[in-house]
């Protein structure tokens, strides 16, 4: 048979084999088209085959015969409002209430996207559907096709797809190279398009790994390709060379990645001969830019940044965070400190003269922001136009004039809000944030500006490429291969139902398949010199396995890592831990981190060498568990005022729920006499309950969320439980209502220490025994101290009950859980188990004492937590700390 009748497909292991043989193949029949996954594929086969040839990527072609019959592609502002109103007038079942959530669109937008590369017939999707869901699934697809072929517009997911159906259908003549494999809407669009004489090459699908190169293989012999295999060539490239390394953390990765680079560099390669491969681009990209830019190492590629991980990006997420808040005190505060908005001159200043109030409202900021603001109701246009405003007065679109990578970012989302920006019709404000917010998350904008340099790329950009040497970051599990889950839409049963008859959805499996494929068939064999890393950790400290695709290559030679340091603080940072040469103030400051991480005392260590104590200083049962659970961290928060960026709502579902349960029972004793009722009890409880819950509210402290009734059903629960509870008010106790959470000021006298102790007691009791203290827990945890902090010890000495029982005069004391509704520890009289002895519990409050004033006499505050390390565990003043237990 003729080469020139027939259809080649040349299968081999090694891409230089194939495409050589491809080529030779076709060229003498004159001229042909080369198609290849994308650009950067074109011009490296151009290279090798000459550059009079035509090359464009394969969506290149099918978008040019699309525009050739008069369609046109959708602009990445307007698709999100396209799909909308293609689908507006379905009616739907399952997704009718789901589709007042962005995530539904989401996951519409991708259900809808794999249906079209799957290449499959609406009608034959409506025929197989059972489910409601998968209904509405199948005339969301048949409603998306029809408005698409009305109006002529085409998505990326879709050119093939459009291609196919209603573009010129010429034939033409063309060597297709660089695939590893082809979706089915791919497949069909070649294999209508390609003429005799034509040619596809693909890696040898007969290797064990490459289950998406058999399948695509298989589907193009099905239409008639005649395939020609080849064997690899006995050493493609002399001297080729594949090394792993194992870094300590994804940092740890990325510098030697980029030191390799650079030696390589150093070595004669060019730029252009070099790549740095990463998968998952969220955990890698910002390392890669901020460690390339320490050592001044161009880098380029076409990666995308979705809008929201963007600076202005951001910074719109927190007006919208701030608007659907209400203005909360935590939530405006993040925006109006956000560097990138200039709205107040001192904004950290406003918000440390704001704390601890926290007061909730524009107005507390300044008096001339409400226009910040949106009406209830508001169009998109309308919201656009207040975020134009707020970028343009926040100083943002000033600093697009000195910043290139801002003046881009800025440039993505206008194009992304463009399509809202003509939309006037009048929305919810809850309806209009929650849009901008799916187009920040959905949108992307360029990552890399620079047009030289090393260039980064993911797999996909290596098909059909070749490099000198290649760096692959990220082998490890959950990175590379990445996890995948399950559509919402059309789980895996269903998609094998329906291959079942004969309409064929790939599923997560395949999306794997497809990872494994690419690494075998193109990956391993795109550079002479390849090293494979992974990270032993994430950034956040969680331990990483290696990655199936590195474990499956068996063992690989170590990477050398003798390549010299890149930057002068890597080098100054080396000298200093070497003892070497360097600057005084650097030998100075590495002096004292090595001091602090020995734990030598010194004053940037807790030993300041002069009297902390002051008679007047008010202490509080909370101050002195801090002091008793380590000295620093009572020295960090209170002496010298470090602490966390405060958020009221942070944590505020345990801390508003703890006040309210103790305004509840509050209430339930307010007004008590002896011939109270249970039910008069609880009565009380329920409606202290709900003046605390409007209390909390109007001061912006509690912002209920949608489970907020069944909450309040939980909470007068727990409190009827309590309240029921035989341990709640013993028989022949009287609560004291003066002393229902009252506050107490009083002198504590230890041989000739005072102490100044102020706090809040929840309840006092009568009771024939005397006067009795009760302190509510909402849960079971009780605060202990070390006993001796001039020796190491266990936190185990408890000190808030002695402390309220000799402030007010009480003879008892008790810890009462209010979920538990029990009591969970006692002293004094109250505490009857027989190896408490209530004198040593009172001498060892003294000697507690006592060992404080005696290191604050000292100035000793160095770290000295518990010997098992538990007040490391909450500790906010850990980034500040050279203790092994406390390292941030």
Not at 80 to 85: I, P, Q, T
Not at 425 to 430: H, K, N
Request: proline share 6%; glycine share 8%; hydrophobic share 40%.
């Amino acid at each position: 048979m003729s080469a020139v009748s027939i259809r080649l497909l040349v299968t081999s292991s090694d891409a230089s084999v194939r495409l050589k043989t491809a080529a030779q193949s076709i060229q003498a029949m004159g001229p042909f088209t080369l198609v290849v996954p994308n650009v950067p594929a074109g011009r490296s086969v151009r290279a090798r085959l000459g550059d009079h040839l035509r090359a464009q990527s394969l969506t290149q072609l099918a978008r040019e015969r699309l525009r050739a019959g008069g369609w046109r592609p959708l602009r990445p502002g307007e698709r999100d409002a396209f799909l909308r109103r293609a689908l507006a007038d379905t009616e739907f079942q399952y997704l009718t209430p789901l589709l007042d959530r962005p995530s539904t669109w989401s996951s519409l937008a991708r259900t809808l996207s794999e249906l079209l590369r799957a290449d499959v017939e609406p009608q034959a999707v409506l025929n197989v559907a059972k489910t409601a869901r998968e209904h509405d699934v199948a005339q969301a697809f048949a409603a998306y096709v029809a408005t698409c072929v009305r109006e002529r517009c085409f998505d990326l997911s879709g050119t093939e797809y459009f291609a196919r159906r209603h573009a010129p259908s010429t034939p033409l003549r063309a060597l297709v190279h660089g695939f590893t494999h082809l979706d089915a809407s791919q497949i069909a669009f070649l294999g209508a398009l390609l003429a005799p004489g034509s040619a596809l090459t693909l890696p040898d699908p007969d290797e064990r790994r490459l289950h998406e190169t058999r399948r695509t293989a298989q589907a193009f012999q099905a239409r008639g390709f005649v395939t020609e295999h080849l064997p690899a060539a006995p050493h493609p490239h002399e001297g080729e060379t594949t090394s792993a390394y194992t870094a300590p953390d994804v940092e740890s990765e990325v510098r030697a990645a980029l030191r390799q680079v650079q030696a390589w560099l150093a070595a004669g390669s060019a730029p252009h001969q070099l790549g740095v491969v990463v998968r998952d681009e969220a955990t890698y990209l910002p390392a890669l830019i901020d460690v390339a830019r320490e050592y001044d190492l161009p880098l380029t590629g076409h990666h995308q940044l979705p809008l929201l991980r963007t600076a202005v990006g951001a910074l719109v997420w927190l007006w919208l965070e701030a608007l659907e808040g209400d203005w909360a005190f935590s939530r405006t505060r993040a925006l109006l400190t956000h560097p990138l908005c200039g709205l107040l001159g001192d904004s950290l200043e406003v918000a440390r003269r704001l704390s601890p109030a926290f007061p909730a409202g524009l107005e507390a900021w300044h008096p001339d922001l409400a226009w910040l603001e949106l009406p209830p109701e508001e169009s998109l246009s309308g919201a656009v136009g207040r975020l134009e405003r707020f970028l343009r007065e926040a100083g943002v679109v000033d600093r697009r004039r000195t910043d290139m990578q801002l003046n881009a970012h800025i440039a993505s989302l206008v194009e992304a809000l463009s399509g809202a920006a003509q939309d006037h019709t009048l929305r919810p404000r809850q309806d209009v944030t929650a849009l901008l917010r799916h187009t920040l998350s959905t949108h992307t904008t360029p990552l890399l500006l620079g047009r030289g340099g090393v260039r980064v790329l993911n797999p996909l950009g290596l098909l059909g490429r070749q490099f000198h040497k290649l760096w692959v970051l990220g082998l490890a599990d959950g990175l590379y291969p990445p996890r995948v889950s399950e559509s919402p839409l059309l789980d895996s049963a269903v998609r094998a139902r329906w291959s079942e008859a004969g309409v064929f959805v790939p599923d997560a499996s395949t999306s794997t398949a497809v990872e494994e494929t690419i690494f075998h068939g193109a990956l391993l064999s795109s550079a002479q010199e390849l090293v494979l890393s992974s990270p032993r950790r994430t950034a956040q400290g969680r331990s990483l396995a290696p990655s199936v695709f590195l474990t499956r290559l068996g063992t690989l030679p170590a990477w050398s890592s003798e390549v010299p340091l890149a930057s002068e603080g890597e080098q100054l940072l080396e000298r200093a831990l070497n003892a070497g040469e360097v600057p005084e103030a650097v030998r100075r400051a590495a002096q004292i981190e090595q001091e602090r991480d020995a734990g030598q005392p010194s004053a940037h260590h807790g030993l300041l060498g002069e009297s902390l104590w002051d008679p007047a200083w008010t202490w509080s049962a909370s101050q002195l568990h801090d002091v008793g659970a380590c000295r620093f961290r009572w020295f960090g928060r209170k002496a010298l005022g470090l602490r966390e960026d405060a958020d009221p709502e942070a944590g505020e579902d345990r801390r508003v729920t703890g006040t309210l349960l103790h305004a509840a029972l509050e209430g339930a004793l307010r007004g008590w006499t002896p011939q109270d009722q249970p039910a008069l009890l609880l009565e009380r409880a329920e409606a202290a309950l709900d003046r605390a819950i409007v209390r909390e509210r109007r001061a912006g402290n509690f912002h209920p969320g949608p489970l907020f009734e069944i909450e309040r059903r939980e909470w007068r629960q727990i409190v009827q439980q309590a309240l029921q509870s035989p341990d709640f008010l013993p028989e022949g106790w009287t609560p004291d209502q003066a002393a229902l959470e009252g506050s107490f000021d009083q002198t504590l006298a230890v041989g000739e220490v005072v102490f100044r102790l102020r706090g809040v007691v929840d309840r006092v009791d009568h009771s024939p025994v005397g006067k009795l203290v009760t302190d509510y827990k909402v849960g079971t945890y009780i605060s202990t101290v070390q006993p001796n902090a001039q020796e190491t010890g266990k936190l185990d000495l408890e000190i808030q009950l002695p402390l309220y029982m000799r402030a007010l005069g009480a003879v008892g004391g008790r810890y009462f859980s209010i979920e538990g509704s029990k009591v969970i520890g006692a002293a004094g009289q109250l505490n009857t188990k027989k190896a408490y002895d209530a004198a040593k519990h009172e001498a060892a409050l003294d000697t507690f004492l006592l060992g404080v004033h005696q290191d604050f006499e000292a100035g000793q505050v160095t770290p000295r937590p518990d010997q098992d390390g538990k007040a490391c565990g909450f500790c906010t003043v850990a980034p500040v700390c050279r203790h092994p237990g406390g390292r941030a």
